[in-house]
Structure formats: structure tokens, C-alpha cells
């Protein structure tokens, strides 16, 4: 099989045909003036007026991704501006009555670093020592979900598109339409999620989710720093997980709809943060039954649980708020939200690193 | 303090920002001027109301200056402002932005072809067909050429959302574009 570029040509080559216009006049007099106005960002020193910079030649792509920490630009589930229930922007594939989700099982959580008798374990690293094996992504023992992730995380790595195909369920198969839609991804992919293949996550959070018709989903949580295009990167991925007779099957691509985050709320930058005494916010489609979880926490079906409460909102949507029984301790906080739709068929799932103030 | 020049690179314009060189902010933005321009044209598809995002926009990263992580890609970091900037105005239109009335504007002052001012204004028609999730990242990945995982940082999606709107806006896009750009 060939490899696609990342990019579809055709459109591509349709958004390189709509021309991109010069500012007005006077556009960066304007904005000079602006930014007199503004306190400058640390010591002020006496001002420069501005001036025009040439720009370099336009790269044929981006430069790599930033390192991100995740305490100050953490991934969120919605852009900043989406959070405003009356201004929702819901996927007309999203719709369909949703199934309440129910949770169900146990939880895992693994902390790779947080386990100071597994660092404990680790032999220390010796002079003359052969060089360490390179990471490899490891699922948790007896934990068929985390390694239908792990599994499909390293068909991505390797290029080995047939199999990763085999690894998603009905629901993404159907949604992405052929192979060959995941084939054109190929690199997209290994450079992106096939990143976790050669890292071992700090935590790795599985949700179980059983859903009223007889559906066994779960969310798998991998949260660890990867090595993307020669950088350290902060990362934070959802994947949810179908089980059908015993075997589990990555369902990246059935989505459910949009979870929007109205809080915590993100800055201008991107970080997301939840203000002292803020309860968490999120909406979803009408009828969906979002289930929310802080941390490794106990899991609630939003609208059931005595500290949540949904409400319709207009637009078809709901709006789902979430009072953790004894608030929002000070710190650093994972939040994993998922629900199904469709007969179960279709599961929207993300987790969001957040800090609560 | 000497003068920022083209080579200076980013990390170093940012510190001198930082401690009030606006010089250096100015040469900073508008080095990826060109492409935020794409990015916020391309969502409003209006030249004032671009230009009213990006001043706001660069006004609010000269303000977040300070949040700015070291080692980071101020690109990125800039596009992620830019975005949420185009999305504001969006919500405050509360509408699609785009009327199929409005002729294209062109990149300059040289016209181009008929035939590519048309392809242009069905590609504008058909962004303005689409959702502004799915035209917003259509636009990050197959018009300025980030990688799904990148996109998803600006956009403060999972990466799987990212691919699951561009799918769909592909799909729409083509249906709508046909033999147009062919």
C-alpha cells in the first residue's frame, strides 16, 4: 500500500486556490497603538515604534509542536469560545437517542512514577551497562481494554495499517468508511498517537462504562509525556474501547457528539482552569447520559448522581453540571467524560488535565 | 538593546517582549502573520473582520505574554489565540459569516485568472457550507498543514475529534468541489 500524504490533495489544492488578502492600511499603526495602551507584559522599557519584519518563506508545514505542559496548556475537550451554551456548534451526526450509560467495574489506575516501591524496584543503572532497551508501551496486566489500546498504538507506530484496521470496532469502521480513509491517515497517525508506542505513561486510567443494551464500553486513559518530532510532549489521550465477546476493540472514530467544557474554563493561551468553588460544567447532546470522573474517583451518570444535575438547554442540548462531594481539591485534576449514543453504537469519550484553584 | 532581525529566533523575540521590547513582539507576529491572516480569512472570509481578529488577537497575546511557556512554539501558542479570537466574532455574528453574495476578494492587487476567481469563490462557498468545527480544522490540516495531533493542540480537542471532523469536511468539501479544482 502506498502512503498518503497527510494532507488531501484536493482539497488542498481547492484551499490554496482562495486567496488570503493583505491587512488595510494602517493595520499595524493601529495595532501599535494598541499595545502602548497595554502594560507590557514584565519590565517596561521605553518603547520601540514598530517596524516591518519580512517574513521568512513560508515552511511547507508547521514547525514540531511545542513541549506542552499540561498544568499551563493542558488538551482540552472544547474550544474556549464553544463554552457558551446558547452558541453550541453540535455535530449533526451526533444525533440519534442516546443511551444512558451506566458505570459498571472496577477502575485501574497505574502510576508508573508515582509507586515509590516499583521506582524502588528498578535497578540502578550501572557504568559498562548495555544500553537500556528502548521504551515500549506496555498495557497493565488483565486489562483487555488498555491492551486493545496499546496494541492498536503499536499497528500505528509500525505503519501496519491492516491490523490496525482489524483492531477498531464496527462503529469507527463505520464511521471512517473504508480502510483506505485510515490508510490516508497512516502518517498522521504514527507520528501522533503512534507516539505512545515507544513510551511508558505516567498513568494509565481505564473506565469502565456499561451501556443499557448490553454494550460493554470503557474509556482508556493514557496520561505521559512522548517523544514527538524530537520533542518532549506532555500528553493526555482518550481512547475509548468497545468489548465484544471478551475481545476489545479501539472505537476512536464512532463519535458519539461534542462534549463541551464550560468549566474549567480555558484562558486565552489554552490552560484550563476551575476557579475556587466552580463546579464543573459541560454540555452535551439532548438525551445523552454523560458520565463524568474526576481523577481515578468514583464515576456519575450526570442527572442520576445527587451532585450532578442536567438541564435542557436550547439548540438540543443539555447542560450538565458536577459538584464533586467536597469540591475540587487545590491542584492538578483529570477529568474523563464519555457517553453513547446511537444504540450504544457510537461513544464520544475525552479526559482533560486541568487545575483547580 | 539591539534591534530584532529576521534570524532572531522566536524564543529570543518572546524574552524581549516579555520585558517590554514591543519592537520585538511586532516583528514576532509578523512573522506569522501570514498565516494567521489564512487562518482568520479563511474563517470569516471578510478582510475587515480579519483584521479586527488579529488585532485583537495579537493585542491578547502580548497581554498573555507572561503565561507564555518557555520552549514552546509561539506559533501554535499564537494560532490557538487566533482561533479563539475567530470564534468569538463568530458568536458574536451568531451566524455563519459568509454570505455566498460577497465576491472573493483577492490576494492582492493582481487578479488572477476568471477561471481561478471562480474555483475560488466555490471553495469559499463550499467552507462557508460547512460547520465551523469542521471548516476551522479542514483549514488547520489541508490548508496550513498541521498534523492531526497539532491541530488538536490548537484547537483544545481530543486528536480523534480532529479526524472525525476532517473526514467529515473532506467528504463535504469534495461533494461540493467536484471537478471544480481538478
Redesign the interface.
Known amino acids: 500500500m502506498s502512503e498518503e500524504p497527510r494532507e488531501d490533495r484536493i482539497v488542498r489544492t481547492a484551499l490554496e486556490l482562495l486567496p488570503v488578502p493583505e491587512h488595510r492600511e494602517g493595520f499595524w499603526d493601529r495595532l501599535e497603538v494598541s499595545l502602548a495602551l497595554e502594560e507590557t507584559p514584565q519590565t517596561p522599557t521605553r518603547a520601540t515604534p514598530l517596524r516591518a519584519v519580512e517574513p521568512p518563506p513560508a515552511p511547507a508545514r508547521p514547525a514540531a509542536p511545542a513541549p506542552i505542559d499540561l498544568t499551563e496548556e493542558p488538551v482540552g475537550v472544547v474550544p474556549r469560545a464553544m463554552r457558551r451554551p446558547s452558541n453550541l456548534i453540535l455535530s449533526a451526526v451526533a444525533v440519534a437517542a442516546a443511551v444512558a450509560v451506566v458505570v459498571a467495574g472496577s477502575t485501574l489506575v497505574r502510576s508508573r512514577t508515582d509507586d515509590p516501591e516499583e521506582v524502588a524496584k528498578e535497578p540502578p543503572a550501572a557504568e559498562g551497562d548495555e544500553p537500556a532497551a528502548a521504551t515500549t508501551l506496555r498495557a497493565p496486566d488483565d486489562e483487555p481494554a488498555a491492551e486493545a489500546v496499546v496494541a492498536w498504538l503499536h499497528h500505528l507506530a509500525d505503519g501496519d495499517i491492516d491490523a490496525a484496521w482489524a483492531a477498531l470496532g464496527d462503529g469507527s469502521r463505520t464511521e471512517l468508511g473504508s480502510q483506505d480513509e485510515l490508510e490516508s491517515m497512516r502518517s498522521a497517525l504514527a507520528e501522533g498517537y503512534g507516539a505512545w508506542a515507544a513510551a511508558q505513561p505516567d498513568q494509565v486510567l481505564v473506565t469502565p462504562l456499561d451501556a443499557v443494551e448490553g454494550a460493554e464500553l470503557a474509556v482508556v486513559t493514557l496520561v505521559g509525556t512522548v517523544q514527538q518530532e524530537g520533542s518532549a510532549i506532555a500528553r493526555t489521550d482518550a481512547f475509548p474501547v468497545r468489548v465484544v465477546d471478551g475481545r476489545a476493540f479501539v472505537e476512536l472514530y464512532a463519535d458519539a457528539g461534542p462534549i463541551e467544557l464550560v468549566a474549567p474554563s480555558r484562558d486565552d493561551d489554552g490552560a484550563l482552569r476551575l476557579l475556587d468553588g466552580d463546579e464543573i460544567v459541560i454540555v452535551v447532546p439532548a438525551g445523552a447520559a454523560p458520565v463524568l470522573r474526576l481523577d481515578d474517583g468514583e464515576t456519575v451518570v450526570c442527572g442520576r448522581s445527587p451532585v450532578t444535575e442536567l438541564t435542557e438547554l436550547d439548540s438540543g442540548a443539555q447542560r450538565c453540571a458536577y459538584a464533586p462531594a467536597g469540591g475540587v481539591d487545590p491542584g492538578e485534576h483529570l477529568l474523563t467524560v464519555a457517553f453513547a449514543a446511537d444504540g450504544a453504537r457510537r461513544i464520544s469519550a475525552d479526559t482533560v488535565r486541568f487545575q483547580a484553584a | 538593546?539591539s534591534?530584532?532581525t529576521?534570524r532572531t529566533p522566536d524564543d529570543e523575540l518572546v524574552e524581549l517582549?516579555?520585558?517590554?521590547?514591543?519592537?520585538a513582539?511586532?516583528?514576532l507576529?509578523?512573522?506569522?502573520?501570514?498565516?494567521m491572516?489564512?487562518l482568520a480569512?479563511?474563517m470569516l472570509a471578510d478582510?475587515?473582520a480579519?483584521?479586527d481578529v488579529?488585532?485583537e488577537a495579537?493585542?491578547?497575546?502580548?497581554?498573555?505574554?507572561?503565561?507564555?511557556?518557555a520552549?514552546?512554539?509561539f506559533?501554535?501558542?499564537l494560532y490557538?489565540?487566533t482561533?479563539?479570537a475567530c470564534?468569538?466574532e463568530?458568536?458574536r455574528r451568531?451566524r455563519a459569516p459568509m454570505s455566498p453574495d460577497d465576491p472573493?476578494?483577492?490576494?492582492?492587487a493582481r487578479p488572477?485568472p476568471e477561471r481561478?476567481v471562480s474555483?475560488?469563490e466555490?471553495?469559499?462557498r463550499?467552507?462557508a457550507e460547512l460547520?465551523?468545527?469542521q471548516r476551522v480544522t479542514?483549514?488547520l490540516?489541508?490548508?496550513?498543514?498541521?498534523?492531526?495531533?497539532?491541530a488538536?493542540?490548537i484547537?483544545?480537542?481530543?486528536?480523534?475529534?480532529v479526524?472525525?471532523?476532517l473526514?467529515?469536511?473532506?467528504a463535504a468539501?469534495?461533494r461540493v468541489?467536484g471537478e471544480?479544482?481538478?
Not at chain 2, 484547537?155 to 475529534?161: E, M, N, R, S
Open positions: 538593546m534591534l530584532p529576521t517582549a516579555r520585558a517590554g521590547d514591543r519592537a513582539f511586532s516583528a507576529v509578523q512573522r506569522h502573520d501570514e498565516r491572516r489564512g480569512y479563511k478582510r475587515d480579519m483584521d488579529l488585532q495579537y493585542v491578547k497575546a502580548y497581554r498573555a505574554l507572561g503565561r507564555f511557556k520552549g514552546s512554539n506559533g501554535t501558542w490557538r489565540i482561533y479563539n470564534i468569538d463568530l458568536r451568531k472573493v476578494e483577492p490576494a492582492s488572477g481561478v474555483a475560488a466555490t471553495v469559499r463550499a467552507l460547520p465551523t468545527d479542514v483549514v490540516v489541508d490548508g496550513e498543514g498541521f498534523d492531526h495531533r497539532e488538536a493542540e484547537l483544545g480537542v481530543a486528536p480523534g475529534t479526524a472525525s471532523r473526514h467529515r469536511a473532506r468539501l469534495r468541489l471544480e479544482v481538478r
